[in-house]
């Protein structure tokens, strides 16, 4: 059994894995911006942040032609967006116009899901009785529909994966690994064997990281199950990074510090790719400890400071959505907890200031210690040792750099980036050979490609180039 401090790890939502489904009820509006709309749930997946800057332009596009359901599709994505980004006072706001806009189509579907988003984030902010209220709401609207339609089956396999959610939030794991069993058993609902092994892909996943709560042969178990039903057709990014996470646990537990690092930054890869931050701040947390058990406090404290800004963050969220929930409350019924809020709140606010001023702390500490030539030898300290904190390391050094690369030429991939941090520390052809154990031939071979890439004129030298970047 695992007793360790307990972790708790948000999962993803379900349909996230079946945004191709259709309803059956509403067939008005153009197939251009229906096309538009499938793909851009398909770069969802791939890429949030890029598929976000779509939503408002589709939206208003929709609107335009009234389309109703793509106007739908996109105001619960913008909802799985925030969800995803842990911006809880957008969340609230987002959901709020989803069941707004649902309840004016008569669409139970958006109906539900729109309680279920208002649920999370009033889970995320403690208000466990108003979650649980809210996935009532959308448990008994999705139960009106009695068309058997699959979409309908998996919007209630959302709601009880957000009623383990909620239980998770209250520090209940047992009782939300119970509500998971709920999913994992409905299978035979379904007919398809492809649909019943995604399905299971992502729910064997998800309480994998339940059981890290509570046991932790269980949660290597089943993160190995979901990783065995793991497919080129039905492979999730979202869905590894938590199965990563479980599996850098439990070596952490076991003490084979190496492999839990190599599985938390394989985590932490996916993670950035594909913009996804539900989890971030648990591996900040454990790749830091980690560093620090294994004696490397300069990466350490790389990740501790990358924890402190993304909570300062997160908590200026959870301030301004107590406003939201105030707000809401007062126009639902009248009442207010206003106690509980502005309990909360002056907790968060003091959270906030505090850690704001620790972090501008640290970061003067050590602007004031560290020398541009510290800054390379430490780069270049991390780089010889193969350490995979290296580019977070680089881009705090360096923190504009990637952004204008990628200006340049936005299909730039990560390790066309990493290796022109090589090129900016001016490394020879020989020194990035020996570093990455490929023939200077090849070192020479990537410094052509990178000019035709970055379209650096043959007559400029290549290391005078990366340094006005």
């Not at 105001?75 to 709020?96: G, H, P, T, W």
């Not at 850098?248 to 492999?259: A, E, P, S, T």
């Not at 402190?308 to 107590?322: G, H, M, T």
Request: charged share 30%; net charge positive.
């Amino acid at each position: 059994m695992f007793t360790g401090n307990s972790i708790v790890y948000k999962f993803t939502i379900i349909l996230f894995l079946f945004t191709g489904f259709r309803c059956l009820s509403q067939t008005h509006g153009n197939n251009a911006l229906k096309e538009k709309v499938t793909e851009n749930a398909k770069l969802f997946v791939k890429n949030i942040d890029k598929a976000y800057l779509q939503i408002d332009p589709l939206l208003k596009s929709s609107r335009e032609v009234k389309d109703s359901l793509s106007e739908l599709k996109l105001l619960d994505r913008k909802c799985r967006y925030f969800y995803s980004k842990n911006k809880i006072d957008s969340l609230l706001k987002a959901s709020e116009n989803l069941e707004v806009k649902a309840i004016e189509y008569k669409d139970l579907y958006s109906v539900s899901m729109g309680n279920v988003y208002m649920a999370e984030a009033y889970s995320i902010n403690q208000f466990y009785d108003k979650a649980l209220y809210h996935l009532d709401i959308a448990y008994k609207t999705l139960e009106k529909d009695k068309s058997k339609n699959s979409k309908i089956f998996f919007a209630k396999a959302n709601v009880l994966n957000s009623f383990a959610n909620v239980y998770a939030d209250k520090g209940e794991p047992r009782k939300a690994v119970k509500k998971l069993y709920q999913v994992i058993d409905s299978y035979n609902e379904l007919d398809d064997p492809k649909q019943i092994k995604s399905f299971q892909y992502l729910n064997y996943s998800n309480i994998a990281s339940l059981y890290l709560n509570y046991n932790i042969d269980s949660a290597n178990y089943f993160a190995g199950k979901s990783v065995q039903l793991g497919t080129s057709e039905n492979i999730d990014d979202k869905v590894m990074i938590t199965n990563y996470q479980v599996f850098g646990k439990v070596n952490k537990v076991k003490k084979d510090y190496k492999k839990s690092l190599l599985y938390y930054h394989k985590a932490l890869e996916l993670t950035i790719k594909v913009g996804d931050q539900l989890n971030v701040n648990n591996l900040y947390k454990d790749i830091a400890e980690l560093y620090k058990l294994t004696g490397k406090k300069d990466s350490a404290i790389i990740y501790e400071n990358k924890l402190k800004q993304n909570e300062i963050s997160e908590l200026q969220s959870k301030y301004n959505s107590l406003h939201e929930v105030i707000a809401k409350d007062k126009k639902e019924d009248g009442k207010s907890e206003t106690l509980n809020n502005i309990v909360l709140t002056v907790v968060i606010t003091i959270s906030v200031g505090l850690l704001i001023w620790s972090f501008v702390l640290i970061r003067k500490k050590r602007a004031s210690k560290e020398e541009p030539h510290e800054t390379y030898n430490k780069l270049l300290s991390l780089l010889k040792e193969n350490d995979p904190s290296f580019m977070f390391a680089f881009e705090n050094a360096y923190p504009d750099f990637s952004e204008k690369l990628r200006n340049i030429n936005s299909g730039l991939s990560n390790s066309e980036i990493e290796f022109c941090a090589y090129l900016k520390l001016k490394l020879s052809t020989k020194e990035i050979a020996k570093i990455t154990f490929i023939e200077p031939r090849t070192v020479q071979n990537k410094k052509h490609r990178i000019r035709k890439r970055l379209d650096i004129p043959s007559n400029s030298d290549i290391y005078n180039w990366f340094e006005t970047i």
